[in-house]
């Protein structure tokens, strides 16, 4: 996992897309808005730490779930 330098919430670059428990899946706003974002990225935002970074916003979703899932869990 990759550590946030700064916290996620609030900031207006950011494009939320879902959330799956403590984990979220984020883009860039504008390249979003303009059906440009390459790049998915699943963080959770309360420990501030990237846990992944996906080319489809589907693979991310998936990723979410599953270490939403994982969580619980434990």
């Not at 946030?4 to 428990?21: E, N, P, S």
């Not at 935002?45 to 434990?74: D, I, Q």
């Amino acid at each position: 996992m990759l550590p946030i330098k700064g916290a996620l919430r609030g900031r207006m670059g950011l494009k939320w897309l879902d959330q799956a428990g403590p984990y979220a899946v984020v883009t860039n706003k504008k390249l979003h808005n303009k059906g440009r974002a390459s790049k998915f990225v699943v963080a959770n935002p309360r420990e501030r730490l990237v846990t992944s970074v996906h080319s489809s916003p589907g693979e991310a979703r998936t990723t979410a779930e599953a270490l939403s899932t994982r969580s619980m869990k434990s």
